[in-house]
């Protein structure tokens, strides 16, 4: 090699070197600038609620045993005993508040499935569903779900059970989880015709008084078809703060403008009544029960009764009755009962607002959406939100549910006489 193409190499090599030197000089450079955000999180709110009847302890949603935010053991709205055809059933008071962080976007209320919750724990292979008392009646062919947390399972009843039975009979499959007691058992096949309903018939055991005779004495009051269920009639009114409307039961909203159920009252006399000239008002315990413009309010004592007219409006808690001037014919006592007759004598022919009719017309298909309320039988059914979240805005609202035992004209009503119906009402939101 000659010493010109020798000197050309190592020129060669060394503008490669440079090359590579200079090109390098990126990846180390001695300016340099760097940030992070460390820790960041994000966390969920809670959509929970609370379920409190009269002035009893609130049911909490999120602390029921089958870890869903579900509790399914409430207390009873009503315990009703004695009672008689015609005459003021009973009505209690339920609070929903929604104890959580997010605001609920819809509020509803329905009549639930044939339900129970499991007594002792499944697994491996079943073939009977261990539960207390049943509420409804179960027939063989019908889906059980059982649901836990985020676990459930679809069976199928090999045979039929009874209101208040204590297990239910399936066909032969392999539990997909270990579900503990208290699990909840619903039959998602009910709620289709009287005899399949929620609602259930049984005969009385304990006398309605001491010594008296009692639904199991008696041959003539059969369960079949659930006649108690499909007699009794029903009614849910809101009374949030000073608005009231009718869900559920004779006079609905908005067909009543007022927006108060035909619920009967059956009340005392917060003061006796003199002879002494003509009043304008009742004054009257708590009303447990609506009075309409109209109505003829009877005030009885002994074999005393006056009949007044009512002269305007009075809601569930009123204290006073206004009437027509009128001059009492007695000196009615404190102790003077007081009704509508006229509420009576609307419901005792109805047999559409039937507890039966609640469960078949107003399951979960047909639940019945609970839009805010605006006025007295007015709603915004465009509300984004029907439940605010605790402590913000309407985030309780107050219902009154009552019963009533209608005596409809000319109809034997004996083989109703000892019989209990039993039945549920479930509330729900939703984001």
């Known amino acids: 090699m000659s010493l010109r193409e020798l000197k050309g190499i190592l020129i060669l090599?060394?503008?490669i070197g440079a090359a590579v030197y200079f090109g390098g000089g990126t990846t180390f450079a001695s300016f340099s600038a760097e940030t992070s955000n460390a820790g960041?999180?994000?966390?969920s709110g809670t959509l929970t609620m609370s379920n409190q009847v009269n002035t009893g302890t609130a049911c909490l949603s999120a602390n029921a045993t089958p870890q869903n935010n579900v509790n399914p053991a409430c207390s009873a709205v009503l315990a009703l005993t004695n009672v008689a055809p015609g005459v003021y059933g009973g009505t209690a008071q339920v609070t929903i508040t929604n104890t959580g962080s997010i605001d609920a976007s819809k509020f509803y209320f329905w009549a639930p499935y044939v339900n129970a919750t499991l007594s002792s724990g499944i697994s491996g292979t079943v073939t009977s569903l261990p539960i207390t008392a049943l509420e409804g009646t179960v027939t063989s062919g019908d889906s059980i779900v059982v649901a836990f947390g985020s676990h459930s399972q679809t069976f199928t009843a090999s045979a039929g059970a009874s209101g208040g039975a204590t297990?239910?009979?399936?066909?032969s499959a392999a539990a997909n989880f270990a579900y503990p007691l208290g699990t909840i058992v619903q039959d998602t096949s009910s709620n289709t015709g009287a005899s399949n309903t929620d609602c259930y018939d049984t005969k009385t055991t304990t006398p309605g008084t001491a010594g008296a005779t009692k639904g199991t004495d008696l041959n003539f009051n059969p369960t079949t078809g659930n006649?108690?269920?499909?007699?009794?009639l029903v009614f849910v009114q809101e009374t949030t703060g000073t608005n009231h409307y009718c869900w559920l039961g004779k006079g609905s909203s908005p067909e009543n403008a007022a927006g108060m159920c035909t619920a009967p009252i059956s009340v005392n006399l917060s003061s006796a009544l003199s002879t002494g000239g003509a009043i304008t008002s009742l004054p009257v315990t708590a009303l447990n029960g609506n009075v309409a413009s109209g109505d003829s309010i009877v005030v009885t004592s002994?074999?005393?009764?006056?009949?007044f007219t009512a002269s305007a409006n009075a809601y569930f808690g009123a204290t006073s009755i206004s009437v027509t001037?009128?001059?009492?014919?007695?000196?009615y006592p404190t102790t003077s009962t007081v009704t509508d007759s006229t509420s009576l004598s609307s419901l005792n022919p109805d047999t559409t607002d039937t507890i039966t009719n609640f469960n078949t017309g107003?399951?979960?298909?047909?639940?019945?959406?609970?839009f805010p309320l605006t006025g007295n039988g007015t709603v915004n059914n465009t509300a984004s939100v029907e439940l605010n979240h605790f402590n913000t805005g309407t985030y309780?609202?107050?219902f009154q549910v009552g019963v009533y035992l209608p005596a409809p004209a000319g109809i034997n009503q004996n083989p109703l006489q000892g019989l209990q119906s039993t039945f549920g009402i479930t509330w729900h939101v939703d984001q």
């Open 362 to 370: 107003h399951n979960i298909i047909g639940k019945i959406q609970l």
């Open 396 to 398: 309780q609202r107050v």
């Open 325 to 331: 001037s009128l001059t009492p014919n007695f000196a």
């Open 302 to 307: 002994g074999s005393n009764t006056q009949t």
């Open 40 to 43: 960041s999180a994000v966390a």
């Open 227 to 232: 006649p108690f269920c499909g007699t009794a």
């Open 13 to 15: 090599f060394m503008a």
């Open 167 to 171: 297990s239910i009979s399936v066909t």
